[in-house]
């Protein structure tokens, strides 16, 4: 199969790798939640070599991550997970999380549930990074981002940009606590938070 493409992947890639690589020094063992194409694991597992990448995606989406992983042949990328937030969760533990733009795709019960099961999956101190857009004190940050939402919501109702005191607060009840809040380009931002205890 032709192998899947996000120019969205290629054009944020390095600005979050600036950040998940100075958040993730030390880190051993990372699952990517929604990995869509499979980029974004291949270019941050070879910049940091340390770290066992684990994507994981819904069923359909496996296929195409499969053929950037195999194509980069990489030792720090193991075969990729099915994973639905509302079904099976891989074994643990993972001492660092990351996701990128599916907050808004999920719907809120589905946030909600993925937040509630983290604990079960991660080590006691470990990391979640989640980049995206947020809205602020439920008001949009950008005309960009308001225009944005009101296509996701063409797409499915369940659809939409997050507020971040929302997101935060399933943080906060699943142990893990706010360390940086980083802007990025395009009115995105990179929430890095760790957990305090086990």
Not at 102 to 129: G, K
Not at 163 to 191: Q, W
């Amino acid at each position: 199969m032709d192998k899947p493409h996000s120019a969205a992947c290629e054009r944020n890639r390095e600005s979050i790798l600036g950040v998940l690589r100075q958040q993730l020094a030390g880190r051993q063992r990372l699952l990517e939640i929604g990995s869509g194409t499979g980029q974004h694991a291949v270019h941050f597992a070879a910049a940091m070599p340390w770290l066992s990448w684990q994507c994981s995606d819904r069923a359909e989406n496996l296929p195409g991550i499969r053929t950037w992983l195999d194509e980069a042949a990489l030792p720090n990328t193991p075969p990729p997970l099915e994973l639905d937030v509302n079904g099976h969760w891989p074994a643990g533990p993972f001492d660092a999380v990351f996701s990128a733009n599916t907050l808004h795709i999920m719907s809120w019960p589905q946030v909600q549930h993925l937040f509630a099961q983290l604990p079960a999956i991660t080590s006691a101190d470990a990391v979640l990074a989640i980049y995206g857009p947020f809205n602020q004190r439920g008001r949009y940050t950008s005309a960009s981002n308001a225009a944005f939402d009101a296509w996701l919501r063409t797409r499915g109702a369940h659809m939409a940009i997050r507020n971040v005191e929302a997101v935060d607060a399933l943080a906060e009840a699943a142990g893990f606590h706010l360390l940086v809040d980083v802007a990025m380009p395009a009115h995105n931002r990179c929430r890095v938070w760790q957990r305090l205890h086990g």
